[in-house]
């Protein structure tokens, strides 16, 4: 099988990424303001900071915000985003390369990302770069598989149609050790999304891991999406849900 780049995986389907991916819990701020000890002085860089999904809530509590991102047409959208923030900084640059200077940010945050990095360079630049005391935060939107019929009928047509859905789940579930020895805990909050079928399509082809136009997958896993939802909707919607963890921990912790 053809691997893709990390960096380059949603060049293609930036447009839906921002359409469709869910949004993140305006509750996350709370948490990091009550656990992370963030204010608004904070200055915080997100890595792989995409089309600005969660650089946005960062942004709307007012601080200054260096988003990270390697990907060339997810870097555009997310500055086209985020265009009415005067505290963001578009940065071309990767996990382990943020090109940001020593000791100089407060907190380090990723969001649905970090299963794509260089563990060990990632952590020794997001120390590099950090101040004394800085947390890292990764948060991730997890669908919840199982919480109904639609759910579950929705991970099987990834299972069956997905083109590297298996190592890609594997990667998710790796990423929860991302932190190792660094001392961290975890939040969850709930989420989800109410979908019509165009939303919910646009939603499928927004993953990294589904067979795009001409692929020898692509219109067979389009009827079958079709028929989950034409089985599964209510009020012509279906509902997607998440959970939403946060982990958080010292840079400078060990277990």
Known sequence: ???IEPTQRF?????NYVRFRPAYPNEIIDILKRECGLTRLSVVADIASGT??????LLENGNRVFGVEPNEKMRQAGEKHLADYPQFMSIAGTAENTTLPDHSMDLITSAQA?????????????RRISKPEAFLVLIWNDRNVNAADFDRDYEQLLVEHGT???EVRRRDKASEEFFGAIQCQQRLLRNFQDHDYAALEGRLLSSSYTPQPGHSSHSSMLSE???IFDRRQKSGLVRMEYNTKIYFGRLT???
Do not use: C, N, P
């Open 11 to 15: 060049s293609s389907r930036v447009e």
């Open 52 to 57: 600005g999904i969660f650089t946005r809530l």
């Open 164 to 166: 590297d859905y298996a």
């Open 253 to 255: 912790s060990t277990g």
């Open 225 to 227: 999406l079709r028929r």
């Open 114 to 126: 970090a299963h794509w990095f260089d563990r060990e360079k990632a952590i020794a630049e997001f």
């Open 1 to 3: 099988m053809l691997q």
